[in-house]
């Protein structure tokens, strides 16, 4: 089955423990990305990567990294969460000209 | 399941009625729109895309409607079902000049469907 696989779904932790949410997709798309989705403010993007070892930033990147090492996984990375990062996260792929996205069921994070 | 907005913009639409969802976007060079459809607990899932250079395209039981003049992109659910209550986002991917591969979001509307 042609799924995004984000885990985990709920993470709970404190300001400042680093943290790593994986992302893994097995349609072989290029093209991945991260979002978060905050009441009122809809779904904006984190950082994308178009391929192997090319990243992106998008429109909120301050305080997240990622990493393409290989085709299939997308970690998303926060070195030092803040409560502001409290949030739902969601990785996507896509792959072609339309470049179609596809989600994964999202991470609840909360930062204490 | 994940709730994704306590504060959306909803519209209540009797089942058998047709639905409009509209959206404003913000980049006159982006170059390509897209609708999605999240349901309580789920990833958003693709609806239906229109490039630029139209103005209109229809699916199955949906039709998206783009204004590039006043900037504005419209979705039409026909014969709305049950089924069809969820929250829908419009996006917009950003033209050559603002990075091809960048999405913008709106802020989505809650679609209820009464029976």
């Known amino acids: 089955e042609a799924q995004v696989t984000q885990n985990p779904r709920y993470l709970i932790t404190v300001t400042g423990k680093k943290l790593t949410v994986t992302c893994s997709q097995n349609m072989n798309h290029e093209y991945m990305s991260w979002y978060r989705q905050d009441p009122g403010l809809g779904l904006r993007q984190i950082y994308y990567?178009?391929?192997?070892?090319?990243?992106d930033k998008g429109d909120v990147p301050e305080g997240y990294k990622v990493s393409r090492k290989e085709k299939r996984n997308f970690p998303l990375i926060l070195e030092s969460p803040s409560p502001n990062q409290t949030s739902l996260y969601f990785c996507?792929?896509?792959?072609?000209?339309?470049?179609?996205?596809?989600f994964g069921a999202g991470t609840r994070l909360s930062v204490l | 399941g994940e709730s994704v907005g306590l504060h959306l913009p909803t519209l209540s639409v009797q089942e058998g009625d047709n639905s409009i969802i509209n959206c404003a976007y913000s980049n006159s060079a982006s170059d390509y729109f897209i609708w999605y459809k999240q349901e309580s607990g789920k990833g958003p899932q693709f609806i239906i895309d229109?490039?630029?250079?139209?103005d209109k395209r229809q699916g199955q039981r949906v039709t998206v409607l783009l204004n590039k003049t006043v900037k504005h992109l419209s979705l039409q659910i026909a014969a709305t079902q049950p089924g069809d209550s969820a929250v829908y986002f419009c996006?917009?991917?950003?033209?050559?000049?603002?990075?091809?591969?960048?999405?913008?979001f709106g802020t989505g509307t809650r679609l209820k469907v009464l029976a």
């Open positions: 990567s178009m391929n192997v070892e090319v990243t």
């Open positions: 229109i490039r630029s250079n139209m």
């Open positions: 996507a792929s896509g792959q072609g000209a339309k470049n179609i996205q596809y």
């Open positions: 996006a917009e991917r950003g033209g050559p000049t603002s990075g091809t591969y960048k999405y913008i």
